[in-house]
């Protein structure tokens, strides 16, 4: 019998999908330009993943 499980996921999964749907959504970081909420975003990404 094979059964089906989820992948595990890796510590900060959520919050770099979180920042990703963020970056594709955000003119200003489609743009190039500064977006302190992406800023915010990467920084509790990085914060996840320790």
Same mark, same amino acid.
């Given at each position: 019998?094979? %059964?089906? %499980?989820?992948?595990?996921? %890796?510590?900060?999964?959520?919050?770099?999908?979180?920042?990703?749907?963020?970056?594709?959504?955000?003119?200003?970081?489609?743009?190039?330009?500064?977006?302190?909420?992406?800023?915010?975003?990467?920084?509790?990404?990085?914060?996840?993943?320790?």
């Amino acid at each position: 019998m094979i %059964t089906l %499980t989820k992948p595990a996921r %890796t510590p900060g999964d959520d919050e770099y999908r979180t920042f990703l749907g963020h970056t594709y959504a955000c003119a200003a970081c489609r743009a190039g330009a500064h977006c302190i909420t992406a800023v915010r975003l990467g920084r509790v990404w990085r914060e996840a993943r320790r």
